[in-house]
């Protein structure tokens, strides 16, 4: 597959990857090279991607404990700490290679290490290679409250290798479609209609499905790269779902919720919301509720759960002057952003998606 040109980085694919980074390591006299991994990418994906490499360069493993849990700055300092001790200096350079909160964190770790140093995104899971390395966000978590703390930042490239998903599970495989059904509904009616049937869908050439949710992004991002305008779209079914993912990460009564499990609530969430601001139809809001009720299972709310999630919601980065901002999609494909909303609505939300 073609690569993907992003803001001032290129975005490769299989093969091509590799060929990329190991030119990449070849022109430049980087003095040694780290790897950041987690505890499950040290295990299942980091002897595929070890031998590939063509270097002389010392290369040092660093790995953490996988989870959104470690995804906080107390890993970052023991992360900067290992850096500190194994030598890195300025002209280092950090390849993260891992899911969502590998390149969350390793991006923002090496953004932050002596002012910043060079990294290379490797994202092995779906999430992580239709969203999380893409765009430039990296940071971690305060507490509960989700990217918190973070830089924008780009990489020098990013290389997705796809058959690094034959080691995801299904339900982490989950997690990451939400983003790819997001991409469909705030930019491309065509393509959120191709998951409309999911066994219609050719798994085999699912290469082509990532490849465009990719692209779609990326065209978003190079629009805005510092989110102060169109880039908002892509927090469509985050407001909520992120209140909902801290809400139950914090709460020890709860089943911690991956990411993809918490933005599609959200999703179903927020189109109730577009509903009723008169941005889609009765017969779009059915469509999108169903077929996402479809892939995913009901998240359970109680009475109770309300409340503290709708008081995280004035913690969300995309609040101004303690206004609740929303994006919202405008019909199936197009987005309207800095949409208000008020609390009784978003109550109404959460007991219609309980139906």
């Avoid at 058959?163 to 009616?189: C, F, W």
């Avoid at 779609?216 to 407001?239: W, Y």
Wanted: proline fraction near 2%; charged fraction near 25%.
């Amino acid at each position: 597959m073609q690569s993907i040109q992003a803001n001032s980085y290129p975005i490769h694919f299989n093969e091509k990857g590799y060929e990329a980074i190991n030119l990449h390591l070849k022109e430049n006299k980087y003095s040694n090279l780290f790897i950041i991994v987690d505890s499950n990418t040290n295990e299942f994906c980091l002897p595929h991607f070890l031998p590939v490499l063509e270097t002389d360069l010392i290369i040092e493993i660093i790995e953490f404990d996988c989870g959104e849990e470690n995804k906080n700055i107390e890993t970052c300092v023991q992360i900067w700490k290992v850096l500190t001790e194994l030598g890195a200096d300025r002209k280092s350079l950090i390849i993260n290679l891992g899911g969502g909160v590998v390149t969350d964190l390793g991006g923002f770790v090496a953004s932050t290490f002596k002012r910043g140093v060079d990294f290379i995104h490797v994202p092995t899971t779906l999430l992580a290679m239709v969203d999380a390395s893409v765009g430039g966000k990296n940071g971690v978590d305060l507490g509960n409250l989700k990217n918190q703390i973070g830089v924008i930042n780009v990489p020098k490239m990013v290389l997705i290798d796809t058959q690094y998903l034959e080691t995801v599970p299904q339900n982490e495989m989950r997690s990451g479609l939400a983003e790819m059904l997001k991409h469909g509904l705030i930019y491309d009616k065509e393509y959120w209609e191709q998951f409309l049937d999911l066994k219609t869908i050719d798994f085999a050439d699912f290469d082509v499905l990532i490849y465009r949710s990719v692209e779609i992004k990326n065209e978003i991002v190079l629009q805005d790269p510092t989110e102060k305008n169109i880039r908002k779209a892509l927090n469509f079914g985050h407001t909520l779902g992120h209140a909902i993912e801290s809400y139950f990460l914090e709460n020890d009564n709860k089943t911690t919720l991956l990411h993809g499990e918490a933005i599609a609530v959200g999703m179903i969430l927020e189109s109730y919301l577009s509903l009723h601001k008169k941005l889609i139809n009765i017969e779009e809001y059915s469509q999108i509720k169903s077929s996402i009720k479809a892939i995913y299972t009901d998240i359970v709310f109680e009475e109770n759960d309300i409340k503290p999630i709708l008081e995280l919601l004035i913690h969300d980065k995309k609040n101004e002057y303690g206004n609740i901002q929303f994006a919202l999609i405008e019909g199936i494909g197009k987005i309207k952003i800095n949409q208000m909303v008020e609390n009784e609505l978003i109550l109404n939300a959460f007991q219609d998606y309980k139906s």
